[in-house]
């Protein structure tokens, strides 16, 4: 994607705009920059974007761009809440996870 469209899902994105989130999150991954990826779709995730809770699950599954210790069994619990209509559960366990990524 080209820095001007990069720009431009940047500002969405800060306004608030979920799917710009999420967008960035898999240009970021793209790019190979998985803590990037990471960040743009917990943020996703955290406002709720289904999608965004599948990206972030295949992320831990693989262990891109996070420091959780056991990265399946994460995945599992991110996957679990995607397809679960109870999203506060899985709201509290992204929040933990990203926590685990930060020194």
């Not at 306004?15 to 990037?36: F, I, P, W």
């Not at 619990?77 to 559960?89: D, I, M």
């Amino acid at each position: 994607m080209a820095k001007e469209g990069t720009a431009f899902l940047e500002m969405a994105a800060g306004q608030g705009h979920v799917y710009a989130m999420q967008t960035l999150g898999s240009v970021h991954r793209e790019r190979k920059d998985y803590e990037q990826a990471v960040a743009w779709y917990t943020k996703a995730a955290e406002a709720r974007l289904p999608e965004a809770m599948y990206d972030l699950a295949v992320q831990l599954n693989t262990g891109q761009g996070v420091a959780a210790p056991d990265y399946p069994a994460a995945a599992a619990g991110v996957y679990t809440c995607h397809f679960s209509a109870q999203l506060e559960p899985c709201l509290t366990q992204i929040v933990t996870l990203h926590t685990l990524d930060t020194p």
